[in-house]
């Protein structure tokens, strides 16, 4: 089983944190509420909240607007985030040992430090996009082989869209294809969107091809006002 502590208390005020769903139970792991957080929780809604001890000799420091993604029923996949600077660490965190281990890329180039970005699983790869480095906002793509601990920068081929530099974008796989909706450009217009766009990837060894394809958003018919009714006299 797990070994967690219940000690009656429960994890303090925070945002930023990021919480994966690991058999009946929601792990949370980090984020900011007056100074940043280290901390993992489980919760269960028979037990409540509990403290994970943690077993390992090693953490990830304290961050806040990373990124946490499910590799497995055993596994969590973290990357980046916040803490006085920008991150661009990996680590994984195995729910059922407890345990930290350092990601540490070998052969290749890394992406930029980054918070605020998205980030999905495909094909064994984390696929982030975008954030912010605390001084530009950022519109790039990465592959992260979590088997061969390398990083690959997507490279467009017969597109020429792509979406802005932005932070807070929300992601979501579809089949092959990763979808983003809305997020903050920040670097100078400060605007937030609405658009969706659909990245279609396949992977050829560690080189990932893809197109990206703006979807045009729905327009809704017009409804019919509704008709104006007399209000009921009270009954007295």
Not at 81 to 97: E, H, K, P, S, T
Not at 155 to 165: C, E, N
């Amino acid at each position: 089983g797990i070994n967690a502590e219940y000690m009656g208390e429960v994890p303090g005020f925070r945002h930023g944190a990021t919480v994966l769903l690991f058999d009946d139970a929601n792990l949370l792991f980090g984020g900011y509420g007056g100074w940043t957080y280290d901390d993992v929780w489980r919760f269960n809604l028979q037990s409540g909240w509990m403290k994970i001890r943690i077993t390992s000799l090693v953490s990830p420091i304290a961050r806040w607007k990373h990124t946490t993604l499910k590799v497995n029923e055993d596994e969590a996949i973290h990357f980046g985030g916040l803490n006085g600077d920008a991150m661009n660490d990996v680590w994984i965190f195995n729910y059922r040992q407890q345990s930290w281990k350092e990601l540490l890329p070998v052969d290749s180039v890394l992406p930029i430090a980054r918070e605020g970005h998205c980030a999905v699983m495909m094909d064994g790869r984390m696929v982030i996009f975008g954030g912010n480095n605390n001084l530009i906002y950022l519109n790039d793509f990465w592959a992260f082989n979590i088997w061969e601990r390398q990083w690959t920068e997507i490279q467009f081929i017969g597109s020429k869209s792509r979406p802005v530099a932005l932070d807070g974008v929300s992601a979501v796989t579809i089949g092959t294809k990763m979808v983003l909706f809305g997020g903050f450009e920040g670097n100078k217009t400060m605007v937030y969107h609405d658009e969706v766009w659909t990245l279609n990837i396949t992977f050829d060894g560690l080189k990932p091809i893809e197109t990206l394809t703006p979807v045009p958003l729905v327009e809704l018919p017009p409804t019919e006002p509704e008709a104006e009714t007399s209000p009921l006299p009270l009954i007295i």
